[in-house]
């Protein structure tokens, strides 16, 4: 990272959720920049990503890991928005008497709490896959976690290397990524979250690191 600032909630930033991002960018452009409004959870594409799928029916998931980085620190700090007075002329009220709400609507103000996590390390996954076609994938994606235009989650270099061992899942005798089932000797916490992207469409009971 950049400077190590990333802008989210949890430490998971799980890597093919940002692979699929990227890879709707590439392929479905109309969809990236314009997608379904927010808590419509029909018109979503699957991403196709060169990583091994797990489990069987619509219970597959990707085998790739979570991140495996842990913050620093965490810190939060706030995000405003209000609406410039002087740019009122520039709107066009269809030749009817008009005035900006910013109490509500369109031209709201706000002041959102924003979490941010601080790291000295590289962020760290582990997936099953065809490595150069996620090499070649992870060259154009700059950012990660919310408010990259504020400089938040500014990717400065990719690398992706092989790796002797399969730790997509599990490593050492503890989950790497959300599970179905806990294998012998495994400890997780049930909690609902997602198997594969997009995390929030399918919410289901499973375990945690």
């Not at 969809?31 to 797990?54: C, H, M, N, S, T």
């Not at 235009?149 to 050492?172: H, L, N």
């Not at 005798?173 to 594969?196: E, F, S």
Request: net charge neutral; charged share 30%; with cysteine.
């Amino acid at each position: 990272m950049l400077d190590g600032r990333i802008a989210g909630t949890e430490a998971f930033f799980p890597l093919d959720s940002i692979l699929a991002a990227e890879w709707i960018r590439r392929h479905h452009p109309d969809q990236f920049y314009e997608p379904p409004p927010p808590g419509v959870k029909e018109g979503w594409i699957e991403a196709d990503l060169p990583l091994e799928r797990r489990g069987t029916g619509d219970r597959w998931y990707y085998a790739c890991s979570f991140n495996q980085a842990e913050p620093l620190r965490e810190y939060v700090t706030y995000c405003h928005r209000r609406f410039d007075d002087h740019l009122e002329r520039y709107i066009d009220f269809k030749e009817r008497r008009g005035k900006v709400d910013e109490k509500s609507g369109k031209y709201k103000a706000y002041r959102m709490p924003l979490n941010v996590q601080v790291y000295n390390a590289p962020l760290e996954w582990y997936a099953v896959g065809n490595i150069q076609a996620v090499r070649e994938l992870c060259q154009e994606i700059t950012a990660i976690g919310k408010k990259p235009a504020q400089g938040y989650g500014i990717v400065e270099r990719w690398e992706v290397d092989p790796w002797p061992e399969d730790w997509s899942e599990i490593r050492d005798g503890r989950l790497t990524r959300a599970a179905y089932d806990l294998p012998p000797g495994v400890q997780g916490r049930k909690r609902l979250y997602g198997m594969r992207p997009p995390y929030w469409l399918r919410p289901e009971e499973v375990y945690m690191p």
